[in-house]
T-cell receptor, first 112, second 115 residues
């Protein structure tokens, strides 16, 4: 089955800096990679996703890149703000499967 | 759309008691997932239903856990008997069926504490 590794487990940045979270996956057949943000005490919510037929996707201050050859994908947050503080989860799902495999999460702390 | 609805939001019970968690998926979604989240183990998939049929229950920890989906708008996760190590946040999520690119929509979760 799929195995997803996520790094770092904790990331602390100053407001205005950029933050990068990286994930690797094992199944070369995986073709859908969502990212979820979970604020303290709340549910995970999708913030951005990427399919295997593209290498990069942007949405305002967040972007995701995918390297299929190396089997890794990354979340980039620019101009971080205190409200970006949360736990971020990456996930990978194989084609034909409805079950994503989640990473262990990265706790992002943005200091004002 | 009200989103995924879970009840109760919080549950405190004593070891040995039966616990029933409830979920109403988003109308029209064909897939339903139950997850457990703890600090130690992260987000774990317990069971997945498609069109009300359990497809993958390999994540269910043991026989004390059972899940049902009697119709497209309701699912339950039952723990009997409950143990302190079952304390966690339990999320239900649903997704539509289509091309395979579907996003999962999570409910607010049930925070369970077993004393």
């Amino acid at each position: 089955g799929e195995n997803v590794e996520q790094h770092p487990s904790t990331l602390s940045v100053q407001e205005g800096d950029s933050a990068v979270i990286k994930c690797t996956y094992s199944d070369s057949a995986s073709n859908y990679f969502p990212w979820y943000k979970q604020e303290l005490g709340k549910r995970p919510q999708l913030i951005i996703d990427i399919r295997s037929n593209v290498g990069e996707k942007k949405d305002q201050r967040i972007a995701v890149t995918l390297n299929k050859t190396a089997k890794h994908f990354s979340l980039h947050i620019t101009e971080t703000q205190p409200e970006d503080s949360a736990v971020y989860f990456c996930a990978a799902r194989s084609g034909g499967s409805y079950i994503p495999t989640f990473g262990r999460g990265t706790s992002l702390i943005v200091h004002p | 759309d009200a989103g995924v609805i879970q009840s109760p939001r919080h549950e405190v019970t004593e070891m040995g008691q039966e616990v029933t968690l409830r979920c109403k998926p988003i109308s029209g979604h064909n897939s339903l997932f139950w997850y457990r989240q703890t600090m130690m183990r992260g987000l774990e998939l317990l069971i997945y239903f498609n069109n009300n049929v359990p497809i993958d229950d390999s994540g269910m920890p043991e026989d004390r856990f059972s899940a049902k989906m009697p119709n497209a708008s309701f699912s339950t996760l039952k723990i009997q008997p409950s143990e302190p190590r079952d304390s966690a946040v339990y999320f239900c999520a649903s997704s539509p069926r289509g091309s395979g690119w579907e996003t999962q929509y999570f409910g607010p979760g049930t925070r369970l504490l077993v004393l």
